[in-house]
């Protein structure tokens, strides 16, 4: 319960949030802080919980489709076209009318970011990929400004026009004009590891990881194979 209300002194003081893809469904259980339930965090800051994996999980990717009437926006200053080796998630709760949807995504063929949309009902209508939406605290009265994407995956990390949107967005959300020269390098070496679950047990007590092992020039990673659908990351290093 003490946990719970650092975070709901954050909302209620209705500073900024951004969301990245699981955070739909950030908390599980029963914890809650008054009459607000921890486990719709999700559905009531960001707009949207887990429903389901739109595309095929591991199999298809995601291309960001630019919502036209919101193009102008700030956020948006400096980003290009944006590919995610990760699978479009499904959105049914998120209200369109109460949010602003910068991008919906395209559901492609493949996990490789030359592959093209598939035809069909998946992607008729697309569903949103990346919004902004004003949330109500759990206090019940303090709002704020939320931002959220179903991308975000440490191997979306790779596409350095989804870093240039997470950086636009920051500086917005606190003030900031946003600034299309902005540095969205790496400042280390980065080779993500495939998303998924491990389920190797005693995988993490034998790699007896420390908070030392994550400092710059390290490269901790949980060294999982890859699944044969995946493409082969290039490692990104800072420059």
């Not at 699981?22 to 965090?41: I, L, S, Y």
């Not at 969205?184 to 092992?213: A, C, E, M, W």
Request: charged residues 20%; proline residues 6%; hydrophobic residues 35%.
């Amino acid at each position: 319960d003490d946990q719970y209300q650092l975070i709901a002194d954050y909302l209620n003081a209705g500073k900024p949030v951004m969301g990245f893809r699981t955070a739909t469904h950030a908390f599980t259980g029963k914890g809650a802080t008054g009459d607000f339930r921890w486990g719709q965090f999700g559905l009531k800051i960001l707009g949207e919980t887990w429903i389901s994996h739109h595309g095929r999980h591991k199999g298809q990717g995601t291309r960001a489709v630019l919502e036209p009437q919101n193009a102008n926006h700030p956020v948006l200053n400096g980003v290009g076209d944006i590919f995610g080796p990760t699978d479009v998630y499904g959105i049914r709760n998120l209200d369109p009318a109460k949010s602003t949807i910068l991008f919906r995504g395209a559901v492609t063929a493949t996990l490789d970011e030359d592959s093209p949309a598939i035809e069909g009902p998946k992607n008729d209508p697309m569903m949103p990929l990346a919004w902004f939406r004003t949330y109500t605290a759990p206090n019940g009265t303090s709002e704020g400004q939320a931002f959220c994407t179903t991308l975000g995956a440490s191997v979306d990390m790779l596409d350095k026009d989804l870093r240039r949107l997470f950086v636009n967005t920051a500086y917005h959300l606190t003030g900031l004009k946003t600034n299309k020269a902005a540095d969205v390098q790496f400042v280390d070496h980065f080779q993500p590891t495939f998303y998924g679950f491990n389920n190797v047990k005693g995988y993490y007590r034998k790699r007896n990881l420390r908070i030392s092992d994550f400092k710059l020039g390290s490269n901790a990673s949980t060294g999982l194979a890859n699944p044969k659908s995946a493409p082969a990351w290039r490692p990104m290093l800072p420059f």
